[in-house]
């Protein structure tokens, strides 16, 4: 089992920047690939960025590539997702996620073993 607690979010102006953290515990975190994922009200959630376990790899949607970045330390087992040029169709509940298996953009939610509860960001126009 893979505990994930993110923190981070909060109320941003548009332009602005957050650092999302996902603190993780239980089995080695370094083990597991990681990705964020996003939900905003009545959609789907939806693929932000992955990162391979050994950091080596990322992968960004295409909405985020550019404004966000997708980074962990395996010393700390915690993942970060670094965003900046913040605009409001940003505005979501941001869940971190971890796997065995790469999650990439066509990964099925389901098929992602772990999950944090999420945390609230809010970009203001």
């Known amino acids: 089992q893979v505990r994930l607690v993110e923190s981070g979010g909060g109320l941003v102006q548009a332009g602005g920047s957050l650092r999302l953290s996902c603190a993780a515990s239980?089995?080695?975190?370094?083990?597991?690939?990681a990705a964020w994922f996003r939900q905003a009200p009545g959609q789907e959630r939806v693929f932000v960025a992955g990162?391979?376990?050994?950091?080596?790899?990322?992968y960004y949607a295409d909405s985020v590539k550019g404004r966000f970045t997708i980074s962990r330390d395996n010393a700390k087992s915690t993942l970060y997702l670094q965003m900046s040029s913040l605009k409001p169709e940003d505005t979501a509940i941001y869940y971190c996620?971890?796997?065995?298996?790469?999650?990439?953009?066509?990964?099925?939610?389901?098929?992602?073993?772990?999950w944090g509860q999420g945390t609230q960001v809010t970009v203001s126009s």
């Open positions: 996620a971890a796997d065995g298996a790469a999650i990439r953009e066509h990964t099925p939610t389901r098929d992602v073993d772990y």
């Open positions: 239980g089995r080695t975190f370094s083990s597991y690939s």
């Open positions: 990162i391979s376990w050994t950091a080596q790899s990322t």
